[in-house]
């Protein structure tokens, strides 16, 4: 797997494990990046890295456990037969296979593309009891990093929930904060949990399909208005994406936003259009599917001088 999707994928993660593992909130983004370094080798050949890197950050917190002097590999062996027959004891009697591509009613759902309101009015609709925290992480502030239980977990009324909210622990964290902002503003306009972003008098959408449309500054903040083009359709989608990781704990990923340049990215996954390339002042964003395979989803952003958007173009994702 590569290292750096890894990395994007599990951050957030890996800091909430650094720190109940003991480290200082401040210190667990070094601790972890010092780890994510040594393991890079480890990860690259891993299909699913996870068990290796949390032992290494075991092991660089708490240092590594002591070997036995002896192996009593009878014990060893009754131990694994004991295990083997309640696995399949539980193989017999459990339910069907959890979902891989989607979450049930009854699934702690994901809150990719959330801020805290956002979150906290989804669970409570479920009959959940919501508690906010803030949670030091280099993302635009009050963004969802992290929620426990987390994405897939088996959930029912009543229960009770944490949502991470971002607080950004330095001014230069992140170096594209106001793109990114704008990034999540666009997304929660598409999906429903904020206003429109500040569009031109006139907009011009270039959906996948290689056609054109002008909308009119109120026709595009209003998301009727942009059906035909399927581009906000897109950008729900990929941001409900789910992969199913493992059963045991039911492990799921979800999707991941970045900040790219204009011009990269786009050799393998589709060139930009050249009537609306030569301008300068836009911001390009890619949403990577939950299960990292393929080519991204990608949106360009393009502003007029007063910074409202006056073009929108859609690279769809592809597997």
């Known amino acids: ?187 929660d306009w598409a999906n429903g949990h904020g206003p429109a972003p500040s569009f031109a008098p006139r907009v011009w959408v270039y959906p996948s399909d290689g056609s054109a449309q002008l909308l009119t500054g109120a026709e595009a903040a209003d998301p009727d208005s942009w059906r035909a083009s399927h581009v906000l359709t897109a950008l729900r989608r990929a941001t409900a994406d789910v992969a199913l990781v493992q059963e045991h704990p039911l492990t799921y990923a979800v999707p991941a936003l970045r900040i790219v340049a204009p011009t990269d990215g786009t050799n393998q996954c589709g060139e930009p259009d050249p009537s609306i390339g030569a301008k300068t002042n836009v911001v390009a964003f890619i949403i990577r599917s939950a299960d990292r395979t393929g080519c991204p989803l990608r949106v360009e952003l393009y502003r007029d001088r007063g910074e409202r958007i006056e073009s929108v173009a859609l690279y769809p994702a592809s597997s």
């Open 1 to 187: 797997m590569d290292p750096r999707e890894y990395r994007d994928a599990r951050w957030h993660t890996l800091l909430r494990t650094a720190e109940d593992l003991g480290v200082e909130p401040e210190q667990a983004p070094t601790v972890v990046e010092q780890v994510l370094a040594r393991q890079q080798a480890r990860i690259r050949r891993a299909e699913d890295p996870d068990l290796l890197v949390r032992r290494a950050l075991a092991d660089a917190v708490l240092g590594p456990p002591d070997r036995p002097r002896s192996r009593r590999w009878p014990a060893v062996a009754a131990l694994a037969i004991v295990v083997v027959a309640a696995g399949a004891v539980f193989a017999l009697a459990r339910p069907d296979a959890p979902p891989a591509d989607h979450l049930r009613a009854d699934q702690m759902p994901s809150l990719f593309g959330y801020d805290g309101a956002a979150a906290s009015t989804l669970l409570k609709k479920r009959g959940l009891e919501v508690q906010q925290r803030p949670f030091r992480s280099c993302e635009v502030r009050d963004r969802v990093v992290a929620s426990e239980p987390a994405a897939g977990a088996e959930i029912s009324r009543g229960d009770h929930v944490v949502v991470y909210t971002a607080l950004p622990a330095d001014v230069s964290c992140l170096t594209d904060y106001a793109e990114r902002q704008l990034a999540w503003e666009v997304l």
